[in-house]
């Protein structure tokens, strides 16, 4: 092919990719006129996946990939995360009377709520792409991620307090033993079960399956006092519990 019919080609099929996204790069402006940066564009973003208004995305925007990588390297992602968690603690330290009877239980997710994909988004995953399940299982498996200095804290407060932890993941069963040594690796230790997807539990939605274990937690006596989650789909259904933590998580989105 010809290099201009190249450039022509790179041309149109810049202009089909501008009209179809919600924000004109070229005139910098919303669709009422707003005249905005692309860090306004993707703040914007990054904030109504954050309060949900924003579901299912399968890819960040593609405009948006190196602000998102950003955003989770940085001061800011951690500050934001802090303040969930220490509002978790007011929580149990103010509105939970526990009844101190190894029945008060806890629920923590593990990826980047524990253990940090920060790393595995960062350098193998092509922005703008589907997340790929058998490249993140890959590196799930190799038992490196690092943990979040602050869930960590956290997860030691709540374990000092005498509740019971429950690590509700949405792996499968058969990274049981990575997950687990990789936890222990960077300093997770005395949880009551880890909780994985089996077989059966593919065909339910990843929301219907966290549901579906805290039902059994309840149905043997637990009170499950709170969640802390990166994914609404940790959070949302029934049963659920007094109260729900929400991290940031830009990165992907599972139902
Ligand atoms: C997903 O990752 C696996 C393992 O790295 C690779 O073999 C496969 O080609 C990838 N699939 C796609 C659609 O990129």
């Not at 009209?19 to 703040?43: H, M, P, V």
């Not at 593990?110 to 595995?120: A, E, G, H, R």
């Amino acid at each position: 092919m010809a290099r201009s019919q190249i450039l022509l080609l790179c041309f149109l099929s810049l202009c089909i990719g501008l009209a179809f996204a919600d924000w004109n790069i070229l005139n910098q402006r919303t669709k009422n006129g707003l005249k905005i940066s692309l860090k306004n564009y993707c703040e914007s973003w990054r904030m109504n996946v954050e309060i949900h208004n924003i579901r299912q995305f399968e890819v960040v925007p593609e405009e948006c990939e190196d602000y998102i990588v950003k955003y989770v390297t940085s001061t800011q992602y951690k500050v934001d995360s802090e303040r969930a968690l220490d509002e978790s603690l007011v929580y149990l330290s103010t509105s939970c009377s526990l009844k101190k009877d190894g029945r008060d239980a806890w629920i923590f997710d593990v990826d980047d709520t524990l253990l940090s994909n920060v790393p595995y988004y960062k350098n193998y995953h092509n922005g703008g792409e589907k997340l790929n399940l058998t490249s993140l299982e890959e590196w799930q498996g190799q038992g490196n991620a690092p943990a979040l200095e602050y869930s960590l804290k956290l997860f030691n407060e709540i374990k000092s307090r005498g509740l019971q932890i429950f690590l509700v993941s949405s792996r499968r069963e058969y990274l049981r033993s990575d997950t687990t040594d990789n936890l222990m690796k960077v300093g997770f230790h005395g949880w009551k079960s880890l909780i994985l997807r089996g077989p059966e539990d593919e065909q339910v939605s990843v929301q219907d399956y966290k549901a579906g274990a805290r039902k059994k937690l309840i149905s043997q006596g637990y009170r499950i006092w709170g969640i802390v989650g990166d994914q609404y789909s940790s959070i949302e259904g029934l049963p659920s519990a007094k109260r729900t933590f929400k991290l940031p998580n830009p990165m992907y989105y599972v139902s």
